[in-house]
C-alpha cells in the first residue's frame, strides 16, 4: 500500500516567515495529493490540493509543489501569521476505485507573533 | 456549506462494551469513510464504503468493527467489544467521487474505560 513521509514533525518560525513542509510517497500510481490543515480539538479541513499533471499551484499565501518523478510534494506558507499555527497533514490518493488519501504523520506548525 | 455531521461528539463506555457512531455525509456524495486519530498521532485510514458495501479497508478494522448505512442519510460505525486502544478521535468523511476532496466531520472523540 501507499506510504506518505512527511518532514518535520514540528516548525516553529517568527510571524511573517516561510513556512515549508515536505512529503514523500511510495505509489508511483498516487496522482492526487491534498493538503489538510487541524486546529486544535477540529476536524482536517482541506486547504489545497494538487494533481499530477500539475507540478505547483498556488492560492494566495500556500502553494504546493509537486516532482513525480522524485516522489515527494511540498508545502509552502509564505508570511506567515500566529492563525496558520495548526498541524498540517499531506495525504496521497489514487484514481480506480475509492479515494483513499493515505495521510502523512502531520506537522504542528507554530508561528510566534 | 453542507457538513458532514457526526454524533455523539463524546462517547465513554466500558471495555467490552458495544458502541455505534454515526455520520450523515453529505447528502449528494457517493464514497463515505472512517478514520481515526488516537491522541497525538495521523489520520489513519480505516474503511471506505461505496455503493452499499465496504470497497477497502485497513488493517485496524477488523472483525469488532462493522460499517452500516442503515438508510439514505446515515452512516454509522460499530465496535463491537470495544478496548482500552480503541480510544481515539473517529472521523467520518464523505467525497463525490474519486480524486476530489474528501470532507471530514467535526468527529467523535470515543474514550474506553
Known amino acids: 500500500g501507499e506510504n506518505v513521509e512527511q518532514h518535520p514533525s514540528t516548525l516553529s518560525v517568527q510571524e511573517g516567515d516561510s513556512a515549508v513542509i515536505k512529503c514523500t510517497y511510495s505509489?508511483?500510481?498516487?496522482?492526487?495529493f491534498p493538503w489538510y490543515k487541524q486546529e486544535l480539538g477540529k476536524r482536517p479541513q482541506l486547504i489545497i490540493d494538487?494533481?499530477?499533471?500539475?507540478g505547483e499551484k498556488k492560492d494566495q499565501r500556500i502553494a504546493v509543489t509537486l516532482n513525480k518523478t522524485a516522489k515527494h510534494f511540498s508545502l509552502h506558507i509564505t508570511e506567515t501569521q500566529p492563525e496558520d499555527s495548526a498541524v498540517y497533514f499531506c495525504?496521497?490518493?489514487?484514481?480506480?476505485?475509492?479515494?483513499?488519501?493515505?495521510f502523512g504523520r502531520g506537522t504542528s506548525l507554530i508561528v510566534h507573533p | 456549506e453542507p457538513e458532514v455531521t457526526q454524533t455523539p461528539s463524546h462517547q465513554v463506555t466500558q471495555m467490552g462494551q458495544e458502541v455505534i457512531l454515526r455520520c450523515v455525509p453529505i447528502?449528494?456524495?457517493?464514497?463515505f469513510y472512517w478514520y481515526r486519530q488516537i491522541l497525538g498521532q495521523k489520520v489513519e485510514f480505516l474503511v471506505s464504503?461505496?455503493?452499499?458495501?465496504?470497497?477497502?479497508k485497513s488493517e485496524i478494522f477488523d472483525d469488532q468493527f462493522s460499517v452500516e448505512r442503515p438508510d439514505g442519510s446515515n452512516f454509522t460505525l460499530k465496535i463491537r467489544s470495544t478496548k482500552l486502544e480503541d480510544s481515539a478521535m473517529y472521523f467520518c468523511?464523505?467525497?463525490?467521487?474519486?480524486?476530489?476532496?474528501?470532507?471530514f466531520g467535526q468527529g467523535t472523540r470515543l474514550t474506553v474505560v
Open positions: 468523511a464523505s467525497s463525490e467521487a474519486t480524486r476530489t476532496e474528501a470532507f
Open positions: 505509489d508511483s500510481a498516487s496522482n492526487y
Open positions: 494538487i494533481r499530477s499533471n500539475v
Open positions: 495525504a496521497a490518493s489514487k484514481s480506480g476505485g475509492s479515494y483513499i488519501p493515505t
Open positions: 447528502s449528494n456524495h457517493l464514497y
Open positions: 464504503f461505496y455503493n452499499n458495501e465496504i470497497s477497502e
